[in-house]
């Protein structure tokens, strides 16, 4: 009863947003200008064409405005969180309370708070995502059609997660695991044994294969340019050694960010301690996944995103987003494995509070933005937006820049 309610009020922030001034980034524009046919201009960065696809489903059934939107956003990531539980429940074998919690700490997730209201497609990515997933992980425990039909289900979820954001290509790996199935794959590790030559050749040819793979489907997209830039203009093993470091260290950071909550409310940790965070949760994290000892589409999943976030350029927090549930999961087999001394009960009970408090103090933020009212301008430029959209909402709103 006690998560119960706890969930009820971490889901206040998300209610008040339907009362919110539409919450617009660059992308946002993008995505209506496509939504609503609007010539984009020729430097325009180009997306997948779900999401547009889904907002202009909205306006056609009358939800094409600014609350309706923050609707649409809401309804996908509920049922990403009831996928959570699902997941946590039937795939992790979680108790109810433990999966409850899981799905608290979710809605107290910094990126949530913040992604949900805003006119972006990371939440219903994480919807389809959430929902791929426990088709495939159910398609793991059965057998004949129904472990077919639970795959096909799965791998068309996963295609339709794609079609909303790109970064929805790490659920193929995991629709690939589970329709080669875990036997099949125990059999592959004992012939690779047997053969070591051989399958370190296949690996490579393998390996070789998938990222010309990789390279033409980003080559369709701007993403491509994004990870090219960063490894332009290196002269020398110093330049390298030097763009490695930088790029590593915007890696930590954004995990750092997810635990510690990074900036809320005009406020940032700073990114040596977001570092040491990032180094310590995935310690963690290794840790929670060996403690679980399986090996199946989820952890895949995980992994894939990880493969992701190093790729491609800096270090985002959002682009975890998929991921985060499971992140929490790890960290919580972890905790159980540690706990049995005492210093570590204490420092992952003042882990949880600081989280606890962090998401809290961001969904306040949030709730201060919906209600600002003729404020908003003022307030929403204290976020990461552009000052000519700044500008635009001053000019919306009575004011003249």
Not at 330 to 348: E, K, N
Request: hydrophobic fraction near 55%.
């Amino acid at each position: 009863m006690a998560v119960a309610i706890a969930i009820g009020f971490a889901a206040v922030p998300y209610a008040v947003a339907i009362g919110s001034p539409l919450r617009l980034s660059p992308d946002s524009l993008t995505y209506l200008a496509v939504a609503d046919r609007i010539p984009l201009a020729p430097t325009a960065q180009i997306y997948p064409p779900g999401y547009p696809a889904l907002l202009r489903g909205a306006e056609h059934i009358g939800l094409g405005n600014a609350w309706g939107f923050v609707v649409v956003n809401l309804l996908l990531l509920a049922v990403g969180v009831i996928a959570v539980f699902f997941l946590c429940r039937r795939a992790l074998d979680l108790s109810p309370t433990v999966a409850a919690l899981v799905c608290l700490a979710v809605l107290l997730a910094r990126p949530f708070t913040d992604l949900t209201p805003t006119l972006l497609s990371d939440v219903p990515s994480f919807g389809g995502a959430m929902v791929s997933l426990a088709a495939l992980t159910t398609a793991e425990r059965r057998a004949g059609r129904g472990r077919l039909a639970w795959l096909v289900a799965g791998a068309a979820l996963a295609a339709a997660t794609i079609s909303i954001r790109v970064q929805g290509i790490a659920l193929v790996p995991a629709v690939v695991a589970v329709a080669v199935g875990r036997a099949r794959w125990a059999a592959v590790g004992r012939l690779a044994r047997r053969h070591r030559t051989v399958a370190a050749s296949i690996a490579v040819a393998s390996v070789l294969v998938l990222g010309g793979l990789a390279v033409l489907v980003l080559e369709t997209t701007s993403y491509a340019q994004d990870i090219t830039t960063v490894w332009r203009d290196i002269h020398g093993v110093g330049d390298l050694l030097d763009r490695v470091r930088v790029e590593a260290a915007a890696k930590l950071d954004s995990v750092g960010e997810l635990g510690t909550q990074g900036y809320c409310c005009g406020g940032r940790v700073p990114m040596v301690f977001s570092e040491l965070a990032g180094i310590m949760l995935i310690a963690l994290v290794a840790l929670g996944m060996w403690c679980r000892g399986r090996f199946g589409a989820i952890e895949v999943f995980v992994l894939s995103t990880a493969a992701i976030v190093v790729l491609y350029a800096g270090g985002i927090p959002r682009f975890w987003v998929g991921a985060l549930p499971f992140l929490i999961v790890y960290v919580g087999l972890a905790a159980q494995r540690l706990t049995r001394l005492r210093v570590a009960r204490i420092a992952f009970g003042l882990f949880a509070t600081g989280y606890a408090i962090a998401g809290l103090a961001a969904g306040v933020h949030s709730i201060r933005l919906s209600t600002a009212g003729r404020g908003f301008p003022d307030a929403w430029a204290s976020q990461v937006v552009s000052a000519p959209m700044i500008a635009a909402y001053r000019i919306s709103f009575g004011e003249i820049p």
